[in-house]
């Protein structure tokens, strides 16, 4: 580390906002730039680049030197670390909505999802759980979000990033039409609910184990950055 930054360190929850210069390590020139140009950008997980940044604060610079690789040389990359968020939506708390599933999170924000008694709605509901005050996700816009997906038919889980650590990045424009409901006008630190029908999911059928036809599905969804599409 060559500056040692005043404000908050990174911790395994963290994501981080970061520009970094990789120089090629025998001749000394830039091999890539990113973070330096103004240029919108998500941040990171701290669990993806933890091995070159470990417990830095805010506003420090570390130069790591790379090891070559079969497919890479050796190279030396400065990293500022530029700011850092939570990887889980901070929001205000909101009342719950009558009819739809309860939710309970874990210390680390992961939720457990309980799903009522009776049958699915025939229409996409959504529900604030936590309501942030941040931008608000506009449509195209790419979107980092921590998720958990249930079916309503039996309560399990077919997918959550919480269960891979990292957040994902998806563009509303690229998702199913009950999932970009959730998502657009929502703002950042907002934790949302919703219940798709299969007419806004994966389509109707016989629900069955193999994929999701047929499933009303569940998800909740904190909303943890949003950038433009380009």
């Known amino acids: 580390m060559i500056v040692e930054g005043t404000g908050e360190p990174l911790d395994s929850n963290s994501l981080v906002d970061y520009a970094m210069a990789v120089f090629d390590a025998a001749s000394g020139q830039v091999v890539r730039t990113q973070g330096y140009d103004g240029v919108p950008s998500l941040p990171v997980a701290a669990t993806t680049v933890g091995q070159y940044l470990g417990c830095a604060s805010v506003g ?51 939720p457990t999802v309980t799903v009522p008694d009776g049958e699915p709605p025939s229409e996409t509901r959504v529900a604030i759980l936590k309501k942030g005050d941040g931008a608000a996700v506009s449509p195209g816009d790419t979107v980092l979000v921590q998720y958990a997906g249930l079916r309503w038919s039996d309560g399990s ?40 029908p299969p007419d806004a999911a994966y389509g109707e059928g016989t629900i069955n184990e193999n994929d999701l036809t047929g499933e009303t599905l569940i998800f909740v969804v904190d909303i943890l950055q949003t950038m433009p599409a380009a």
Not at 80 to 91: E, I, K, M, N, Q
Not at 92 to 101: F, K, L, T
Not at 162 to 185: C, D, K, N, Q
């Open 60 to 110: 420090s610079r570390v130069v790591v030197a790379v090891p070559a690789t079969d497919l890479d040389a050796a190279s030396i990359w400065v990293v500022d670390v530029l700011g850092s968020h939570p990887a889980r939506a901070t929001g205000v708390d909101q009342d719950p909505v009558d009819g739809m599933p309860a939710v309970q999170l874990e210390k680390n924000g992961a």
């Open 157 to 196: 889980v077919f997918d959550a990033s919480w269960s891979t650590g990292s957040p994902t990045a998806l563009a509303t424009s690229e998702v199913i039409p009950g999932y970009r409901e959730a998502l657009e006008g929502q703002t950042i630190g907002s934790q949302v609910l919703v219940v798709i």
